[in-house]
């Protein structure tokens, strides 16, 4: 059986990776005035980010249209694939997961699509690692199976500079209580099953940066990793050499995707990872 594999572009998963790997992603939508961009084709990331803190009002973001899926789907399901696998980010924070839901009833049982619990890399990892593990011969089942152990040991932490754009999404009712308490502050968050997390927070850059890598210290020898980041290269670049050796595979550097970045603002800095399982 040939499984296809499809996702969407808060995976950040890196072109090369996704043309290499046979995965289809289909792009959100960033809305900045009235107009709509394509996540990642109509609007760079890096002049993205650079106009961000002074969009008035800020921008939003969309979910891929159902037809948007449908049309993805037909394409795979028409080159010979027997199967697909579509997964997405989770309900609790994008309603992409739900467009491809809606998408996928009128394939019958031949799409299933799936809730990762996380975005970017956390979401990323997941693809790539079931299209590899189909690419060696794993039949659905096992692929299946390996998805939701991947699921559960994916682990996603972030330094945010400021807790404004997480605040304005709505989306998280910590931030929405605390934004007078927390302005000042940079917060560190963890996104686990859907849910994210407050995991302390710092007054210096410094400061959170340390709990940063302590908290990835703490997830023990890791499968894979992506040092995160928006707009804040050289600040990733330093990360990745403080930390690559706890990774056997070769890291990731990624700007995220401006469609999680509407949420999370510029200069945040960040890992996702899966640890090796005991």
Not at 59 to 77: A, N
Not at 146 to 170: C, K, M, P, W
Not at 184 to 209: K, N, V
């Amino acid at each position: 059986m040939k499984i296809g594999f499809v996702t969407d572009s808060t995976s950040d998963i890196p072109a090369d990776l996704a043309d290499s790997h046979g995965i289809e992603i289909v792009p959100a939508l960033v809305n900045i005035n009235g107009n709509s961009f394509t996540d990642g084709i109509d609007i760079s990331r890096e002049k993205f980010y650079s106009r961000l803190p002074d969009l008035i009002p800020p921008p939003t973001t969309s979910s891929p249209s159902v037809g948007s899926f449908q049309e993805c789907y037909e394409k795979i399901l028409r080159a010979g694939a027997d199967f697909l696998i579509s997964i997405h980010p989770p309900n609790e924070l994008s309603g992409i997961f739900n467009a491809a839901r809606l998408a996928a009833e009128g394939f019958g049982q031949r799409i299933r699509v799936m809730d990762s619990g996380q975005v970017s890399l956390g979401l990323g990892f997941q693809v790539i690692m079931a299209a590899e593990a189909a690419a060696r011969g794993a039949i659905l089942e096992e692929v299946t199976s390996l998805l939701e152990n991947v699921r559960q040991r994916v682990r996603l932490a972030a330094l945010l500079d400021t807790i404004e754009y997480v605040h304005r999404s709505g989306r998280v009712s910590w931030a929405v209580a605390k934004i007078g308490s927390l302005l000042r502050l940079q917060p560190l968050i963890e996104l686990r099953l859907g849910i994210i997390h407050r995991l302390g927070q710092a007054r210096t850059r410094a400061q959170g940066i340390e709990q940063l890598v302590d908290s990835l210290n703490s997830w023990g020898p890791l499968e894979r990793l992506a040092v995160l980041h928006t707009n804040a290269e050289s600040a990733a670049l330093q990360l990745l050499e403080e930390v690559k050796s706890k990774v056997v595979t070769q890291p990731l550097v990624v700007n995220v995707t401006t469609a999680i970045g509407t949420h999370v603002g510029p200069n945040g800095l960040g890992f996702a990872a899966v640890p090796i399982q005991p």
